[in-house]
């Protein structure tokens, strides 16, 4: 994916308290935002640094947070338009970024030497779930392991997901039920990501509401932040009855289309977004992610969010503001709060569109695992050209 730095500077998240989910996500639009890394050259832009916009939004009894604390220019319209800023030259502080192999050739292939050399050198490991962690609802052999001798050895360990079917109370379920002890602020979703940004721009000041094609995940992260919402599994089993005549309604105060993984996606849901996005003036389109093909289950790859989010651009001619990976919101929050060098934290992933990016992208250093997507033989082969740092079968290979 192509991004075309314009209008969104980001900044920080301010952690709220440790037992909450403040470890937010913002959006990464292709067309629409811009990203300034860094404190410092958030100050070089004349944005006055502070350590929160709006504060923290709790979610009750749930336990559930959002840190609010990356900035809007105070220029740059709601939703995108003029005003672009360049992106700092260097990482945290000022220190100089990561850069990527030249080539697949050129990665490193893990061994025991090799992967002892990573670990030593990384402070942080920000890890995709799908394909990476599990596939499907199966744990791939090992991986509890692994994540314990990480943080035996004093590494930091966060997930990032851009599946957006659970909330971040979802996959604290689910790593539960897969005998994983992960920390509830470890966990990062394109669901939350989605609810990030509409908080953080504001949108609930519109009055308007917001359009889901998807499912749970995404109410769930929209009702912790008060964003009101239509469609979502309430129109799974919705039809159309063609017939003279017949229009199908749809709300005019609908102000945003939320796309995200969608297994029940049918025609009534394609249908009332793009007339959402083609006659409401103004409405968003917002894409969790564009993802081509997912893990549902371990026996083989399934249609992802790309699909969904293909049928509207294809209705609509528009393309989305992206929530999730590669999305650099997370890399900087991270620098600021613990004070380190992008250089030492690595993305592990399984794919290269959005995982070695996002980690390449943003300074960072990245591990490409062949336990889900990618294959050796797309990887060496002649068409690709995103090289990781480090490659190997799967997160196993690093003891």
């Not at 953080?200 to 308007?208: A, L, S, V």
């Amino acid at each position: 994916m192509r991004a075309v730095w314009a209008t969104l500077v980001l900044t920080v998240f301010v952690l709220a308290q440790a037992d909450a989910f403040s470890l937010g996500m913002s959006s990464l639009s292709p067309s629409q935002l811009a990203f300034t890394k860094g404190s410092g050259a958030a100050l070089a832009q004349g944005i006055p640094f502070r350590p929160s916009v709006m504060g923290a939004l709790r979610g009750g009894s749930s336990g559930l947070s959002m840190g609010s604390g990356y900035f809007l220019r105070p220029d740059a319209p709601r939703g995108g338009g003029a005003g672009v800023s360049s992106p700092s030259p260097g990482g945290f502080g000022g220190a100089p970024l990561s850069v990527p192999p030249s080539s697949p050739s050129q990665s490193t292939k893990l061994t025991p030497q090799t992967a002892a050399q990573m670990i030593d050198e990384t402070e942080v490991f920000i890890f995709d779930c799908d394909g990476v962690i599990w596939r499907g609802e199966v744990l791939i052999d090992g991986v509890g392991e692994v994540l314990n001798r990480l943080r035996a050895a004093g590494k930091k360990v966060f997930f990032v997901t851009n599946n957006s079917t659970k909330s971040r109370k979802g996959y604290k379920a689910k790593f539960d039920s897969l005998g994983l002890n992960v920390q509830p602020e470890e966990i990062f979703s394109s669901s939350f990501a989605a609810a990030a940004y509409l908080e953080q721009t504001r949108f609930r000041d519109t009055g308007k509401k917001v359009y889901i094609v998807g499912e749970v995940g995404i109410q769930e992260e929209l009702d912790l932040v008060g964003v009101p919402w239509i469609g979502g599994e309430a129109d799974k089993a919705r039809t159309i009855e063609l017939k003279k005549g017949y229009a199908l309604p749809h709300d005019a105060n609908v102000g945003a289309v939320v796309c995200g993984f969608d297994r029940y996606i049918n025609y009534y849901k394609i249908q009332y977004a793009q007339l959402c996005l083609n006659e409401n003036p103004g409405c968003e389109f917002i894409a969790t992610n564009l993802d081509a093909v997912t893990h549902l289950t371990d026996a083989q790859e399934w249609a992802g969010n790309g699909a969904m989010t293909g049928a509207l651009k294809g209705c609509t001619n528009r393309e989305p503001t992206v929530v999730g990976k590669p999305s650099p919101l997370m890399i900087d929050y991270l620098t600021s709060k613990f004070n380190i060098q992008p250089s030492k934290i690595m993305i592990v992933g399984d794919r290269l569109d959005t995982d070695v990016l996002f980690g390449n992208n943003n300074g960072c250093k990245s591990t490409l695992v062949f336990s889900g997507v990618t294959t050796p033989e797309k990887y060496m082969g002649p068409d690709n050209k995103i090289a990781a740092y480090y490659y190997g079968n799967s997160i196993v290979d690093f003891f």
